[in-house]
Every structure is written in C-alpha cells, then in structure tokens.
C-alpha cells in the first residue's frame, strides 16, 4: 500500500503566481482533505472534496481552489500567490468517517 | 469558536523519564479526538482517535486518554526516538474536517 503521495515535494514560486499541487489518496480512500502548515503551527483546514464536490471549506480566500478526479485523486491550486502563502500543503484522505492519513506534504517558497 | 490548546509548547526529558502532554478542546459536538506525529518537514502520523470520556488507547510507549473538556498524552520510559511534535486535533461539524493545536515540541536527550 502506498499510502498517501503528493508531488511535487517542493516548490519555490514568485509572488503573483499561480501554482498546482497534486495528491494521491490511500487506495480504498474516497475523500480528500488539503490543511495549510505554517511553520510552529499545527495545520489549517482549507477543504474537503467527496464525490468529485467541495464538501466543507475553511477560511481561505477564493484564491485556494481545488479538484477532485473520478479516481479520487485531487488538486489544489493557487492563483495571485502572496509572500504569505509560503507553508507546507498537506493532503489528507479518509475512507467517510474514518480517520484522516496524511502524505508528506509539499513545501511551497513564495519570494 | 471551536479551540484546541496544547500544552506545553516544547518539553525536553530525559531517557526514561516518563510524563504527559495535554490537549484541552472548547467545542460543542465532539466527534473524535486525534492525536498525531509529526517530524521535521514530514507529515503528521496517525497514532490515536478517541470518542468518549473515559477512552484510552494504547500503542508502544504512548497511552492517550480522554475527559470531557481534555485529553492526555502520556508517554512512558520515552527514547531518543520519540523526539517529534505531537500533534492533537478535534473532529467537527458534520464533516470530516480537523481543528489542530499547535502542538507539543517533545525532545527525549539520550
């Protein structure tokens, strides 16, 4: 079982720009969560995705986007990136109800 | 407005020398209580989820408990290897979403 894989693992961006991250969720998992870290903080929720919809949003601008494919894999996306957004992106699947398993998360560099 | 507070911030022990780290959540409709793992620059792991007051799990060095207004995380006889941020996070709402705390920096020196 692979687990949970997200690419790429980092990534270092200029301000304005619109970025693309991708998550893979634990085989047999159908719902997929991203969460925001900031360095010293614990995660932050951004979204949920079930059945291919946005379940349950956190309080991030419109500028955090995201997807959910028929295979259950995801996107988020970023567009007018802000020095502020620098963090690590974590993707987290679940099978409904169940618990959350994380991957390893992407580091995002805004300069 | 739904809150997860950990303390303490970082704790440093001893090889061997056993203590505890605390969660306390203000949050109406608890629907889970997780604690995870997280080492530099990776993800959280799964370690725990407790649903009632009065649950405790086990798992190696670890034993998580949970009260109606906290949970505990007591580690026992720690190693060097336990050194990691242990992270507890609260289930809510309908859905599946997490509210974390800042979680606990643990550092165990051989």
């Known amino acids: 079982d692979a687990g949970v894989t997200q690419s790429p693992t980092h990534l270092i961006k200029t301000r304005g720009q619109q970025v693309t991250l991708r998550c893979s969720p634990k085989?047999?998992?159908?719902?997929v969560s991203w969460y925001q870290q900031a360095l010293g903080q614990g995660p932050q929720f951004i979204f949920q995705?079930?059945?291919?919809?946005?379940?349950q949003r956190g309080n991030f601008p419109d500028r955090f986007s995201g997807h959910q494919f028929p295979n259950y894999s995801s996107e988020l996306n970023v567009n007018a990136l802000l020095l502020g957004d620098s963090a690590l992106y974590l993707c987290?699947?679940?099978?409904?109800?169940?618990?959350?398993?994380f991957g390893p998360g992407t580091r995002l560099t805004v300069l | 407005e739904d809150q997860v507070t950990q303390s303490p911030e970082a704790l440093r022990l001893q090889e061997g020398e056993s203590s505890s780290l605390n969660c306390s959540y203000t949050?109406?409709?608890?629907?889970?209580l997780f604690w995870y793992r997280q080492d530099p620059g990776k993800g959280p792991e799964f370690l725990f989820t407790?649903?009632?007051a009065g649950e405790e799990k086990e798992k190696e060095r670890l034993k998580a408990t949970l009260t109606k207004k906290e949970s505990f995380l007591h580690i026992t006889a720690p190693k060097p290897e336990d050194s990691a941020t242990y992270l507890c996070?609260?289930?809510?709402?309908?859905?599946?979403?997490?509210?974390f705390g800042q979680g606990t920096r643990l550092t165990i020196n051989p």
């Open positions: 085989s047999g998992h159908d719902t």
């Open positions: 987290a699947s679940s099978l409904s109800g169940s618990e959350q398993f």
């Open positions: 996070a609260n289930r809510v709402g309908g859905a599946q979403k997490l509210v």
């Open positions: 949050v109406s409709g608890l629907r889970g």
């Open positions: 995705y079930y059945e291919e919809e946005e379940r």
């Open positions: 407790l649903y009632s």
